[in-house]
């Protein structure tokens, strides 16, 4: 998949295309139907498909308050990746560029730059200056233009229309089980192992300490699968503020099953499968070390009924 960043790159080679446009935090269910329509019918027109994003998010701008992240970039390119986009165009959100009338952005951006012959949104898409234009104020101006628009209903599931704020309330609750099947796939958290205060090795259940690139840190000891390169480790993860030793900062810990080495300086790959329980003090280390073997032991029961 080849990706812009901003609207000074030669995108040339990016047109005629297919454009859906948004956010797409968290590539859930609701993204993949609008995503999945963006990539067939591209193939069955002939055109580019491409998606076309922002960064930072909108709201993080514009919002009353400050949204955390499903997902970091590279994790939403990836994702799109998977999913068969061709080209992504991510457009940097800043006073120049939300200033744009929708007539505007039409015209310099999706007709002059990317030759636009399609375009698929949600039906809750919104852009330009004062989020004044919708999916019917694109549909109206593409009588003109000579470009069709596909507006996407939302999706439902257990009553509940799948979307990015409803996910994240879900993770900051630690709830990823419920999360997971909103998104359609588990949250993964990504970051560099770094060296922590080898608690885990006093305690003789070594663990590797992240640092990671997520916003969201859903708390609470969790089953996980950690993947390491290409190798993936049933494994048991800790988010919190290990209130045993009395820390201060909250800090992302993965146990890895079956794994025996150092992982220092490696980038790894946690998705959060099912929480275990919540994170509370233990009178000492040896009370701790003992709970901590037992949620070893459901994970590993969770993976033989796998």
């Not at 599931?157 to 990823?176: A, F, P």
């Not at 969201?216 to 000891?221: A, H, K, R």
């Amino acid at each position: 998949m080849l990706t812009f960043t901003g609207l000074n790159e030669n995108l040339s080679s990016l047109g005629p295309s297919a454009v859906a446009i948004g956010n797409f935090d968290g590539l859930h269910l609701g993204h993949q139907k609008i995503i999945g329509t963006l990539v067939r019918k591209a193939k069955e027109l002939k055109l580019k498909s491409v998606v076309l994003t922002f960064s930072p998010h909108p709201e993080k701008i514009l919002g009353q308050e400050t949204i955390r992240m499903i997902q970091t970039i590279n994790q939403r390119l990836q994702g799109l990746k998977q999913l068969g986009v061709e080209a992504t165009l991510i457009i940097p959100f800043h006073d120049d560029f939300f200033r744009l009338e929708p007539e505007e952005f039409i015209e310099k951006i999706l007709i002059d730059r990317l030759q636009t012959r399609l375009i698929i949104v949600g039906a809750d898409f919104r852009f330009g200056y004062g989020r004044q234009g919708d999916p019917d104020y694109l549909a109206r101006a593409g009588e003109n233009a000579g470009f069709k628009v596909n507006i996407i209903p939302p999706v439902m599931l257990d009553g509940e229309v799948v979307s990015s704020s409803l996910i994240r309330q879900l993770l900051e609750k630690g709830e990823v089980d419920l999360a997971a099947r909103f998104l359609g796939h588990p949250y993964e958290i990504e970051g560099l192992v770094i060296k922590g205060d080898s608690r885990g090795q006093i305690l003789g259940l070594p663990t590797a300490n992240i640092e990671p690139r997520n916003e969201i840190l859903p708390p609470g000891v969790f089953i996980s699968e950690s993947q390491v390169k290409n190798r993936v480790f049933p494994s048991v993860t800790n988010i919190g503020f290990r209130p045993t030793f009395g820390s201060a900062s909250q800090t992302v810990e993965s146990h890895l099953l079956n794994f025996s080495g150092t992982l220092y300086g490696q980038e790894i790959k946690t998705r959060l499968l099912k929480k275990i329980r919540e994170e509370r003090k233990f009178p000492d280390a040896e009370s701790l070390s003992q709970q901590i073997l037992k949620d070893i032991e459901q994970a590993r029961l969770y993976w033989a009924k796998a």
